[in-house]
Structure formats: structure tokens, C-alpha cells
């Protein structure tokens, strides 16, 4: 019995070891910021400005437009507003309000296909 509860106990000391290392090799890895309302509108936001093409997208630093995708994320904005209305305090609702005008008018703003402007 006593051999059986030091394999044991050697093998939990080994998993530890290994998680150790396995934490001191992550201490320089990206830690994520903390998420919160604001974090979240603006990560949509960008993503909508990445698709209108006033952001180079981050994967292939090219600027690429994609208006029905752009639509998608505005619309998808516009839900949250109408749904969270009344649950936000002044500066989620502000924020909120600003960049769905910013983007909306960004979007109107882009010719449509077939549009010559």
C-alpha cells in the first residue's frame, strides 16, 4: 500500500512541477483586458470600421470593405441600444449613442454597387 501512495504522491508532484513551469513560461503572454460594456461596444465598433474600410484589417493589414458585414455589426449595435435601453449608466449610453451615429453615417456615406459618386 505504502508503494502505491508514493507513486501517487510522486506523480501529483510532478503534475505540479509541470504546471509551475507552465506558468512561469505564459507570464509574458497577452493578458486580455478586463471586459466590460465599453470594451465590448468598441471591439463591434471596430470591427464594423474594419468592414467599412477605415481600418486596415489586423490579419492582413490591407484595408478591405465589406458593406454587407459593416450592416450586420451597425444593425447588431443598433439591437444592444434598443435592448439595454434604460440598464446603462450615461457614459455606456453616450459611448453607445456616439459610435452608432459615427458609424451610420460612415455607412450612408459609402456608394452602394452600381452607385457612381
Known sequence: MDEEKKKVDESW?????KEKEAVKSTENAFVPPEPDFNFFITTLALQASISLGQVP??????????????????DTLG???EKTKGNLNA????????????LRM????????????
Open 91 to 102: 457614459e455606456e449610453s453616450g459611448l453607445l449613442e456616439n459610435i452608432l451615429y459615427e
Open 13 to 17: 508532484k510532478e503534475t505540479i512541477k
Open 106 to 117: 460612415r455607412y450612408i456615406e459609402k456608394p452602394k454597387k452600381g452607385e457612381v459618386k
Open 57 to 74: 484589417n489586423p490579419a492582413t493589414n490591407k484595408t478591405e470593405e465589406d458593406l454587407v458585414q459593416a450592416k450586420f455589426l451597425i
Open 79 to 81: 439591437v444592444l441600444q
